[in-house]
């Protein structure tokens, strides 16, 4: 039985508690610990409430719900890494994050019955949020042929085991809690929130844990703000140890560390609700997106560090070229239909190639492997 709390002003409430259970004896509780509950605690997280995040009547739309072609030119560098990897051998097709699991149900549906049949593959899904996990398993297996693929979700890629395959993350490192520090008086500081009876404000501490990768800049103008997200960076060690043979392609959008301490010095913590960004972050605990841009840089690094190298590093538009859009575009307006079918179907392919211009796919593969992977297409 679901024991979640029914009403908006429930769970707040429950989700306030366990920030004060859990927050310092002053009320502190540093950035991404508020993020981690305001997005993923059990049933009073934005990701784990009653409410979709997604298109219409949620609050924003991915490129996996633009179009069908997202997740066929991604089939298409599937197609490509599998074959590089020997198409009988058993392949694993991760998605981390796969909300309602457009994205990896269109990559099923995409590569067909007789791409799977060829060695034992299965589909794995990661999903934090029971209910979206739910509904991503249901709709993935609905695409699936099940005599060739075999549909499961696991908890971490660490469930795993050791696996060769491709990993697909869409909008999944931007949502991790981020760390945000504050450069103040010659020293960084910790941004957080203290919890109170009313609510949470913004509060600012001395720094907690260490920062492990790349040094923090020291010369930077008073008041700074720099984000970077150590779950993330967990993550993505997590793949880089059961990650055997084949790529990670990550799709998010983000800068290097440099462009953001520029570009935005006071961070880029955002807040979505209703596809309208909002004025202040900590206004809808529970109830409205927070997003952090990832950190490019710290990324990468971490990846290094942890053995995976990096493949490709291009802009969607550029990676979705190179898979081949511009071929399956061709293919679904031959089969349109209707001239109005045309024009949407045309609309889309706009929408995915120009409308998601801060975007990149970062394609990362284990070392050792990585110059069998550079050149395919
Ligand atoms: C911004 S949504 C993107 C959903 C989907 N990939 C898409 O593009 O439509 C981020 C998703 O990642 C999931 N998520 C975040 N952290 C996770 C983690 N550590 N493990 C598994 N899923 C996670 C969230 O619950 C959410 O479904």
């Known amino acids: 039985m679901d024991a979640s709390p029914a009403s908006r002003t429930e769970r707040t409430g429950a989700l306030l508690a366990l920030a004060r259970s859990e927050a310092g004896p002053d009320g502190f509780l540093p950035f991404d610990r508020w993020m981690d509950l305001a997005l993923y605690a059990d049933g009073v997280g934005y990701y784990t409430g009653p409410r979709t995040p997604f298109g219409t009547t949620g609050d924003f739309y991915t490129a996996p719900q633009v179009h069908p072609l997202f997740a066929a030119s991604f089939a298409e560098r599937i197609r490509a890494v599998r ?23 269109g990559i099923v549906s995409a590569l067909g019955a007789a791409w799977t049949s060829r060695g034992p593959t299965r589909v794995v899904l990661v999903e934090r949020s029971a209910p979206l996990r ?4 249901s709709r993935v297996r609905q695409a699936a042929d099940p005599d060739t693929v075999v ?15 491709v990993v697909v993350a869409n909008e999944f490192l931007d949502a991790q809690p981020a760390r945000r520090l504050r450069w103040k008086g010659g020293e960084w500081r910790e941004l957080g929130v203290r919890v109170t009876a009313e609510g949470v404000r913004a509060a600012e501490g001395p720094l907690g844990t260490p920062v492990s990768g790349p040094q923090l800049p020291t010369s930077v103008p008073e008041g700074t703000v720099v984000e970077f997200s150590p779950a993330g960076e967990g993550v993505l060690r997590e793949v880089a140890d059961h990650l055997v043979a084949g790529t990670w392609l990550i799709d998010d959008y983000g800068m290097e560390e440099s462009e953001l301490l ?23 605990p529970g109830e409205a997106d ?44 031959h089969g349109a239909g209707t001239s109005e079918a045309e024009v949407r179907l045309r609309l889309s392919a706009k929408n995915l190639l120009f409308g998601f211009e801060r975007f990149r796919v970062v394609e990362l593969a284990p070392a050792r492997l990585a110059d069998r992977f550079r050149s395919t297409t």
């Open 134 to 137: 739910a509904k991503a398993l």
């Open 262 to 284: 520029l570009a935005h010095p006071e961070g880029t913590l955002a807040t979505v609700r209703g596809h309208r960004t909002g004025p202040d972050p900590l206004a809808e």
């Open 151 to 165: 549909v499961s979700s696991v908890e971490g890629v660490s469930a795993l085991g050791p696996f060769e395959g």
């Open 83 to 105: 074959s590089r990897l020997g198409p009988d051998r058993p392949f694993t097709l991760v998605e981390l994050g796969p909300g309602e699991g457009t994205l990896a149900a």
């Open 290 to 333: 927070l997003s952090t841009f990832v950190n490019w840089t710290r990324v990468r690094t971490a990846a290094r560090a942890a053995g995976l190298d990096v493949v490709a590093d291009t802009s969607q538009a550029e990676a979705l070229g190179r898979w081949g859009f511009s071929g399956l575009l061709e293919r679904a307006i």
